[in-house]
Nanobody, 113 residues
């Protein structure tokens, strides 16, 4: 199992970023996918998830209405679109296969005030 995130970077408050996660080594369309984030000194926090068929995305309260998750099962990709970013969104963002121990390496998102 391999998960590789990309798309992080530096953005100003109110800006947008789109993260991608490329999955390989398993039957992608059989698993839900989740996004998490971690700030220094804190535990990883759940951001949102999407079911195996791409329906029923769900989001944590801090990002609801600003972030959206999508997936492309033909390309084994899952995406996190982040809009109206805030400084408190600054974190390393990870994708994860469902509730498994399979995580990507993370991608840094920094939102400047």
């Amino acid at each position: 199992v391999q998960l590789v995130e990309s798309g992080g970077g530096l953005v100003q408050t109110g800006g947008s970023l789109a993260l991608s996660c490329a999955a390989s080594g398993f039957t992608f369309n059989q698993y839900p996918m989740t996004w998490w984030r971690q700030t220094q000194g804190q535990e990883r926090a759940w951001v949102g998830d999407i079911s195996s068929d791409g329906s029923m995305p769900d989001y944590s309260d801090p990002v609801k209405g600003r972030f959206s998750i999508a997936r492309d099962n033909a390309r084994n990709m899952v995406y996190l679109q982040m809009n109206n970013l805030k400084p408190e969104d600054t974190a390393v963002y990870y994708c994860r296969r469902g509730k498994s121990d399979h995580w990507g390496q993370g991608t840094q998102v920094t939102v400047s005030a």
